[in-house]
Nanobody, 125 residues
């Protein structure tokens, strides 16, 4: 059974940092492209970042480029999102997602197969 469990969210002041984790089980982790998405109140879910199976390719939404870093550990079956210089507009529920067939660039426009339940990130001004 595929399961993705996010952790690491919380309340932080603007300019602060958080590190989100996504623990994956079910399937072979190294065969899946992993991504992070977020949904702000009243807004649609949006792409944040993606990392290829071996970790050699990453892509970011323009709004987070230079501030967020996606990483993965194929031994511990985890994906991470390091978020620095957080802004109030980064507030939302953050979801990790995986897909076996989508290419990294397709995470921007297509919906991955499996999703976690999300973790809340709140950035105060």
């Amino acid at each position: 059974q595929v399961q993705l469990v996010e952790s690491g969210g919380g309340l932080v002041q603007a300019g602060g940092s958080l590190r989100l984790s996504c623990a994956a089980s079910g399937g072979t982790f190294s065969t899946y492209t992993m991504g992070w998405f977020r949904q702000a109140p009243g807004k649609e879910r949006e792409f944040v970042a993606v990392i290829s199976r071996a970790g050699g390719i990453t892509d970011y939404a323009d709004s987070v480029k230079g501030r967020f870093t996606i990483a993965r550990d194929n031994v511990s079956n985890k994906a991470y999102l390091q978020m620095n210089s957080l802004k109030p507009e980064d507030t939302g529920i953050y979801y990790c997602a995986r897909d076996a067939t989508l290419r990294t660039y397709e995470f921007r426009t297509k919906r991955p197969d499996y999703w976690g339940q999300g973790t809340q990130v709140t950035v105060s001004s």
